[in-house]
């Protein structure tokens, strides 16, 4: 019997929670899986978040790091500033397509990340392959990013939608990462194809 599609109109028990826990999105309790389960982000981390809005991961990013430490986040949608926006100076938001990096782009972000995230979704068709290869297409670009900007031993999280192209990808990330790990928090919609790749410790190419 093929599987039935949760109703997303309906608050499910992580929209609530988030609600509860003045968090714009239920996405917050993923990465509280995947921090609690690898520890990726560490007081005075200087964190870039990819596809940022509404804002709920660099919330609780910026409570990890602290007053010392940095959270940038990008996105192609403008932060809603009645859900997510405002916060600490050491918060800040750039309007910003991925898939367009220019100079200005590069510039705008800056460098010597110790974290680099990446929630990103493409919009979706509901065809499970072209989503799947929209999917691979941000995460490439996340990867590319994360090689550019990410200082050695730095950690990487990467949300792709699985398809054909999931192993190869997961094999880039392996490259550029001394330790690499596949994890579906519990809090993924159980009809969802979404999975997290994490790298952790990114290798120092030029050892
Ligand atoms: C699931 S949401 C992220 C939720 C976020 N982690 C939070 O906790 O609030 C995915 C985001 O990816 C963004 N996105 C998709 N394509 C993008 C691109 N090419 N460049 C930047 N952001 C992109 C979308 O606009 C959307 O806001």
Redesign the pocket.
Known sequence: MPKRRTDRSKPDHYSKMAKKDN???R??Y??DEIQKKFNVIRPKDQVL????????????AVDIVGPAGRVVG????DRDMSR?GGGPDNMSFHL?????MDDVAWETIGGDYTVV?S?????TTGIKSVDAARSFL?CE?ALGIAERVLVPGGNFVV?IFQGEDFEAFVRSVKQQFKTRKIFKPKSCRPDSKEIYVIGLGKKDMLV
């Open positions: 968090y714009p999105a996405s917050i993923k990465l978040d990819l596809g940022c809005s509404p804002g709920s991961w660099m919330k609780y990008v996105d192609i949608k997510g910003l397509d991925v898939m367009e995230l929630d990103m979704a493409p919009s941000l670009a949300k």
